[in-house]
């Protein structure tokens, strides 16, 4: 969809628009709003028919964060509240669909974006595996590109197409591609088969537990994104840290010229407007069954 406003939708008000939510950067609340609104058509088919999860920040990016998947008390304008019966036990998950929705999270103080790795029409079996390169103390940003590389290779050599996004913040996002063949035990277990894989082959790079601890000089290629309920933060979604930087779809070519993580912010995101979704433009094509990888690296799903 375009992410334009239909004739039957009305752009919520943003109140306190001149509010700074970025003490780094200067930036507004009205600021963020701008932004989502003008790169909605971008941000919208990656939100579409997902469960979305809000990460809101009432007094700022310094602020305390409150991290929503479910339906509260306070409706926010445009989103759709899923059935009960995806997430039993709790309230409507949710899922932002239109432009109204994204501008309503703004105006609701949402800065990040998450979403799960299925859509709402088939929660139960994982169309994409995420690995979230969280990088330890010490590790400088050359390795962290040398690490989404030595990933890159590990899934070529399984026959699994992976595409790149910066987060935002730290690390980088490979994201696989996936027809809907398993459900989410399969799909977390073979993911960390693959991390487990990865740090006895490359172990001086790679740790297989989560924990600042584990991972100093290290990166933990994080699997456990790929459980039921666990979510990453969206393509062009902005991030609450200082600076907001914003996670960005990369062509693999263009690795090598990013100097952060956060490469792209806010602030400077305009230009890559032009480039948009194109370097994830085959990822519909491209989407692959597991078991053939999981038999090359000795994985049996149950």
Do not use: C
């Not at 979403?115 to 029409?121: G, K, L, P, V």
């Not at 200082?242 to 996670?247: E, F, L, T």
């Amino acid at each position: 969809m375009s992410g334009r406003m239909g004739t039957a939708e009305k752009a919520p008000r943003i109140t306190h628009a001149e509010r700074v939510i970025d003490a780094a950067s200067g930036l507004t609340k009205g600021d963020l709003a701008a932004y989502y609104a003008r790169f909605a058509p971008l941000i919208l088919p990656h939100l579409e028919g997902r469960p979305v999860a809000l990460v809101r920040a009432p007094d700022g990016v310094g602020g305390e964060l409150f991290f929503q998947k479910h339906a509260q008390h306070s409706e926010i304008a445009g989103i759709k509240l899923l059935d009960p019966a995806l997430d039993p036990g709790h309230d409507p998950l949710l899922q932002i669909d239109t432009a109204e929705a994204l501008l309503g999270a703004a105006q609701y103080n949402t800065v990040e974006l998450h979403t799960w790795n299925a859509t709402s029409r088939a929660i139960g079996k994982p169309d994409r595996m995420t690995f979230d390169l969280d990088p330890g103390e010490g590790v400088d940003w050359q390795q962290i590109q040398e690490a989404a590389l030595l990933v890159r290779v590990l899934l070529d050599e399984l026959g699994l197409p992976s595409f790149l996004k910066t987060s935002g913040g730290k690390g980088l996002h490979v994201v696989v591609p996936l027809r809907r063949q398993f459900g989410w035990d399969e799909v977390r277990g073979f993911s960390r088969a693959i991390v487990e894989h990865l740090a006895r082959t490359v172990p001086e790079r790679f740790v297989a537990k989560s924990g600042p601890r584990n991972r100093v000089g290290r990166i933990f290629a994080d699997y456990l994104r790929n459980g039921f309920g666990a979510t990453t933060a969206s393509a062009w979604s902005a991030r609450a840290r200082p600076g907001m930087g914003v996670s960005v779809p990369l062509a693999w070519e263009e690795l090598p010229d990013l100097d952060s993580a956060a490469h792209w912010t806010v602030a400077n995101i305009g230009p890559r407007l032009a480039t948009g979704n194109r370097p994830w433009d085959a990822m519909e094509r491209s989407r692959t069954g597991l078991r053939a990888a999981m038999e090359m690296l000795g994985f049996m799903p149950a």
